[in-house]
T-cell receptor, first 114, second 116 residues
Framework: AQSVTQLGSHVSVSEGALVLLRCNYSSSVPPYLFWYVQYPNQGLQLLLKYTTGATLVKGINGFEAEFKKSETSFHLTKPSAHMSDAAEYFCAVSDGRNFNKFYFGSGTKLNVKP | GAVVSQHPSRVICKSGTSVKIECRSLDFQATTMFWYRQFPKQSLMLMATSNEGSKATYEQGVEKDKFLINHASLTLSTLTVTSAHPEDSSFYIC????????????FGPGTRLTVT
């Protein structure tokens, strides 16, 4: 079975600082990994995804994530935070055989201080 | 591309009535649609998966007679909350996925249901 752990329900950074949101997963098969962002009272928007190939994936809005199999991690980073990045971020995993099942982490709320 | 809409965005209904929420994929054909429920400050809980023209597959613990799902076409799925009660108040989000190899799910903006 798959599961996702997001360390830190709240992360606060200053504008311009590095953003690091942590995601660890467990999966019995090669995982497909996703990061989504949710703004208040809105649905989820796909930031980036890893399926196969290059382990460093780049997404929208300057975000990127690196799949590290040995660490079972898929941390999300952005070099310089912007006020508009303040939102909730969800990591999700699905297995390569059953794309219907997305397992979401509990979410990390990012606060960006001016 | 890959836009999913939901209607209504907010709905308030009285206890005992039924409410229908629509989910549409606007620019692609969604072979599979998903319905999630999100409680305040919590993650998404998958309620059911529906494939066009087939009966929905419900997750364990989700009452299929209470949450009726119809995936009538490749662009439309509906969720009907029957005989709603205050505990059904929640944020309902749908998502849609095209045919493989499209693995990601595209999410609608959500519907806030309040049952009084």
């Amino acid at each position: 079975a798959q599961s996702v752990t997001q360390l830190g329900s709240h992360v606060s950074v200053s504008e311009g600082a590095l953003v690091l949101l942590r995601c660890n997963y467990s999966s019995s098969v090669p995982p497909y990994l996703f990061w989504y962002v949710q703004y208040p009272n809105q649905g989820l928007q796909l930031l980036l995804k890893y399926t196969t190939g290059a382990t460093l994936v780049k997404g929208i809005n300057g975000f990127e994530a690196e799949f590290k199999k040995s660490e079972t991690s898929f941390h999300l980073t952005k070099p310089s935070a912007h006020m508009s990045d303040a939102a909730e971020y969800f990591c999700a995993v699905s297995d390569g055989r059953n794309f219907n099942k997305f397992y979401f982490g509990s979410g990390t709320k990012l606060n960006v201080k001016p | 591309g890959a836009v999913v809409s939901q209607h209504p965005s907010r709905v308030i209904c009285k206890s005992g009535t039924s409410v229908k929420i629509e989910c549409r994929s606007l620019d692609f054909q969604a072979t599979t649609m998903f319905w999630y429920r999100q409680f305040p400050k919590q993650s998404l809980m998958l309620m059911a998966t529906s494939n066009e023209g087939s009966k929905a597959t419900y997750e364990q613990g989700v009452e299929k007679d209470k949450f009726l799902i119809n995936h009538a076409s490749l662009t439309l799925s509906t969720l009907t909350v029957t005989s709603a009660h205050p505990e059904d108040s929640s944020f309902y989000i749908c998502s849609a996925r095209g045919a493989p190899p499209y693995y990601e799910q595209y999410f609608g903006p959500g519907t806030r249901l309040t049952v009084t």
